[in-house]
C-alpha cells in the first residue's frame, strides 16, 4: 500500500523566513514524487516533481529515500506563497501504474508580512 | 484550449437521486483522471482512463459509481443513489501519457 504522509496541517511563518513543509512517504516499489500547490480560488497545479529536478518560484525539494521522505523547502518565503500544499506520489514503474497520485493531507502555509 | 474544465461547478441533490458530472480534458491528452476530495482531506484517486479504456475502476467506491470515456474524448462520472457520504469536491485531470496531470475546477456535490 502506497501512504503519503504531511504531519503539518498549518504552518505559519513570516515573509523573508525560511520555510520546510513536511511530507513521509511509505511505497514499497520505486516511487515519482510531486509537490501540488491551490492558491486561494485557483484550481490544484504542479510546483514540481523530483525528477526534473527544477527549482520552481525558489521551492526545492530532494527525494531522501533512506528516511523516505521529500520535503519542500524555501528559503525566503514570500506572502504570494500563502496557500495549500500537497505532497503526492505514483509509481515510477511504466505502464498502467503509472500516473495514479496517492496525496497527502496538505499543509496550509500562511506566510505574514 | 482554456484547460480542463468541469460541469456543472456545483450540485446540490437529494439522498437517492442519481448525478452525473462531466469532465472535458485538454485536447490531445490521452489519460483522463477522476480524484475525490472531501473536506480536510487531500485528492483521493478514484479511476482513470487511457483513451476509452478505463485502467482501474474505483476500488475503495462502491459499484454506485460509474464512470465512461467514449470515444476517448470527455468523460462522465456518474453516482446512483447518492448519500450523505457522497457529498465531496469530484475532481478530473488529464494528462499527456506521463507528464504532467493538470486538473480542472472541480464539481462540488452537496447530498440533502
Known amino acids: 500500500a502506497q501512504r503519503v504522509t504531511q504531519p503539518e496541517k498549518l504552518l505559519s511563518v513570516f515573509k523573508g523566513a525560511p520555510v520546510e513543509l513536511k511530507c513521509n512517504y511509505s511505497?514499497?516499489?520505486?516511487?515519482?514524487l510531486f509537490w501540488y500547490v491551490q492558491y486561494s480560488r485557483q484550481r490544484l497545479q504542479l510546483l514540481l516533481r523530483h525528477i526534473s529536478r527544477e527549482s520552481i518560484k525558489g521551492f526545492t525539494a530532494d527525494l531522501n529515500k533512506g528516511e523516505t521522505s521529500f520535503h519542500l523547502k524555501k528559503p525566503f518565503a514570500q506572502e504570494e506563497d500563502s496557500a495549500m500544499y500537497y505532497c503526492?506520489?505514483?509509481?515510477?514503474?511504466?505502464?498502467?501504474?503509472?500516473?495514479?497520485?496517492?496525496f497527502g493531507q496538505g499543509t496550509i502555509l500562511t506566510v505574514h508580512p | 484550449d482554456t484547460g480542463v474544465s468541469q460541469n456543472p461547478r456545483h450540485k446540490i441533490t437529494k439522498r437517492g437521486q442519481n448525478v452525473t458530472f462531466r469532465c472535458d480534458p485538454i485536447?490531445?491528452?490521452?489519460?483522463l483522471y477522476w480524484y475525490r476530495q472531501t473536506l480536510g482531506q487531500g485528492p483521493e484517486f478514484l479511476t482513470y482512463f487511457q483513451n476509452e479504456a478505463q485502467l482501474e475502476k474505483p476500488r475503495l467506491l462502491s459499484d454506485r459509481f460509474s464512470a465512461e470515456r467514449p470515444k476517448g474524448s470527455f468523460s462522465t462520472l456518474e453516482i446512483q443513489r447518492t448519500e450523505q457520504g457522497d457529498s465531496a469536491m469530484y475532481l478530473c485531470a488529464s494528462s499527456r501519457d506521463r507528464d504532467e496531470q493538470f486538473f480542472g475546477p472541480g464539481t462540488r456535490l452537496t447530498v440533502l
Open positions: 485536447s490531445e491528452h490521452n489519460r
Open positions: 503526492a506520489l505514483t509509481s515510477l514503474a511504466g505502464g498502467t501504474s503509472y500516473g495514479k497520485l496517492t
Open positions: 511505497y514499497s516499489g520505486s516511487p515519482e
